[in-house]
């Protein structure tokens, strides 16, 4: 089966900074990749996903960055709000559609 | 266009009762899955619907929890009994097909005393 490791449970950056949330996954077969906002009383929101055939995507002031060769995906967040401030999920897919999620990092964003 | 909505919100229950939780995915949105967090813990997968049918229950817990969907529409998860280890938070999902975005409910916080 699939599991998937954070590297940290919670990171601190100050307002304008750039954040890099990072996540592991086990199994080379995964070809889905999500990355999840939570906030506080809410669902997980979706903020970006990438596909297997993929290395990077961009959306709006965040990229997601697959490396397949380590099992490694990343969140980086460029030029971090308080608005960000969030339990951020990476979850991973494979043939079976049902997705693994990583157990979240806090995002904290200091004004 | 409406979210997915979950009801209810929270529920406080005896153990050995029973709790009905119910979602509505968007609409038409086919596929629809059920994930939950217990405290501490990561979201884990319980199942997945395709319209009226499940495509995948490996990651119900036991004979304890059924999940049904009549017509494709909204779903209900009961659990029968519940035991103090079902509190957590269980959330709904829902995407147009299996490999687009899936959204999510804001989850129904399930207490088991």
């Known amino acids: 089966g699939e599991s998937v490791g954070l590297h940290l449970p919670t990171l601190s950056v100050q307002e304008g900074d750039n954040s890099i949330i990072n996540c592991a996954y086990s199994?080379?077969?995964?070809?889905?990749f999500i990355w999840y906002k939570q906030e506080s009383g809410k669902g997980p929101q979706f903020i970006i996903d990438i596909r297997s055939n993929m290395d990077k995507r961009q959306g709006q002031r965040v990229t997601v960055l697959l490396n397949k060769t380590v099992k490694h995906l990343s969140l980086q967040i460029a030029a971090t709000q308080p608005g960000d401030s969030a339990v951020y999920f990476c979850?991973?897919?494979?043939?079976?559609?049902?997705?693994?999620f990583g157990k979240g990092t806090l995002l904290t964003v200091n004004p | 266009e409406a979210g997915v909505t979950q009801f209810p919100s929270h529920s406080v229950i005896e153990k050995g009762q029973t709790v009905t939780l119910r979602c509505d995915p968007i609409?038409?949105?086919?596929?629809l899955y059920w994930y939950r967090r217990v405290m501490g813990k990561e979201i884990k997968f319980l199942l997945h619907?395709?319209?009226?049918?499940?495509?995948?229950e490996s990651g119900m817990p036991n004979n304890r929890f059924l999940a049904e969907r009549t017509g494709g529409t909204y779903s209900t998860l009961k659990v029968q009994p519940a035991e103090l280890e079902d509190s957590g938070v269980y959330f709904c999902?829902?995407?147009?097909?299996?490999?687009?975005?899936?959204?999510f409910g804001q989850g129904t916080r399930l207490t088991v005393v």
């Open positions: 199994n080379s077969a995964s070809d889905y």
């Open positions: 999902a829902s995407s147009h097909t299996p490999w687009t975005e899936a959204f």
């Open positions: 619907f395709v319209k009226e049918s499940k495509q995948d």
């Open positions: 609409s038409g949105h086919d596929n």
């Open positions: 979850a991973v897919g494979g043939s079976n559609y049902k997705l693994t």
